[in-house]
């Protein structure tokens, strides 16, 4: 890779006494099959601030460029754990709570599976529900990378080494993934609305290999991600501010009916349709 695309776009903004920064760039063209989203982040609260996480169809890596956030057990409130330096949170089918003591500083990297199986090297399943401290995690020639991105003066200078890093794993890689790298895209192309004996047809293989394919790549059957790429879609267009009935919305996402839809919305949030729409709509002016 030689040369940007572009620079980081800087947003600031607040909320009450919290202030933040993010900065935001869109991958290198040659690494967008295995990079979504590149984000570096700076908050400052006059106290602690809890956050919901909901599930994606992402592993996301957090580099922690500051104190190290708490990250609470899947869908529980009580038990949690840090990670200095930071830590890789593979596919899972609920939400994680996350909370910081008024200070977070760090990079958000958004995965897709595939460049995620690529980069570390280990089956997803390994990941699949939890989170794991970048230490165990980073491949050996890129163990220091957490130490190496805080030591850079820009936001620009540590994507551009990410980038660098995940190119050579690209380039260095010997792990066949292409056959559910195209069942991937079909799943996002069509917004989760794919059946899955026709995609195990298309494929050429049984369904219980597509699924086995599935957890070594992804981390999850094809069943659920094509759940959780239906949820995320419905995730993006309510952040936007998007109106509509949950009816319309069901409609509108590919849902059986309403019904369908709040039982989604419910076990991937943990909490009612109504209020998991009012957090979103919270949380959308701090959206890249």
Known sequence: MHGLASSARITRGSSGESRWELATRPPAPRLRPYIRDLIGYTEQAPGPLRRRELPVPNVVVIIELGP??????AGSDRRHARYPGGFVAGLDDTFTITEHDGFQRGIQVNLTPIGARIFFGVPMAELTGRAVPVRDIF?????RLAERLEELPTWDARFDLIERALGERVDEAR???????????RIEERGGAVDMRALARELGYSQK?????????????????????????????????ATGTWAELAQRFGYYDQAHLARDVKQFTGTTPTRARAELIDLAGMSP
């Open 68 to 73: 190290p956030i708490r990250v609470f057990d």
């Open 139 to 143: 491949p050996r020639g890129h163990a």
């Open 175 to 185: 792990i066949d993934t292409g056959v559910v790298s195209w069942a991937f895209r």
């Open 209 to 241: 290999h597509v699924i086995d394919l599935f957890r070594e790549h992804v981390g999850v059957p094809p069943k659920l991600l094509a759940r959780l790429v239906r949820f995320d879609r419905l995730v993006k267009h309510l952040k936007a501010g």
